[in-house]
């Protein structure tokens, strides 16, 4: 790797270490560099054997493995009557175990208990029958 001097203002240096101590001014240097020139860097590589590979194609397959591990996982769920937030904390795991950096910042969603409550109550009221319908149930049998 080449060597470059680069002069920089005493006053830009001072400034720079008070506010942004620990910054890697060569990596820095090179980062805008690199977004100068005109290159789009589409083209990857094995890094074992260089044969070139497809962007298109790299991200589809790895999605595809996400996509397929995520259904089963969430499958075995749906197997153990689980949840919605059961979902949500498979999809948290699933994204931890395929190294997504996001994963793990958005917190896990929970209701409640006074939403779930709520939810119960109005599931049970929908199979429950209508007293109204009770009724003319028993007047039609005593008829």
């Known amino acids: 790797m080449a060597r470059v001097t680069v002069y920089v203002p005493d006053e830009l240096r001072a400034q720079v270490q008070q506010q942004l101590p620990g910054l890697n001014l060569s990596k820095e240097l090179q980062d805008v560099l690199v977004s100068r020139l ?5 083209e990857l590589r094995c890094a074992r054997c260089a044969a ?10 790895a999605l595809g493995h996400f996509y397929n591990e995520l259904w089963w996982r969430v499958g075995e769920l749906v197997h153990q ?15 931890n175990d395929f190294g997504i950096t996001g994963a793990s910042t958005l917190p896990l969603v ?18 429950l029958p209508r007293p109204a319908m009770a009724q003319r149930r028993r007047r039609r049998g005593a008829a």
């Open 110 to 127: 929970r209701s409640t208990k006074k939403a779930r409550q709520a939810a119960m109550d109005a599931k049970l009221a929908e199979l």
């Open 38 to 42: 005109d290159c789009r860097h589409d």
């Open 81 to 95: 009557a689980g949840t919605a937030e059961g979902t949500i904390k498979v999809l948290r795991d699933v994204g």
């Open 52 to 61: 070139p590979l497809s962007r298109l194609e790299a991200v589809d397959a």
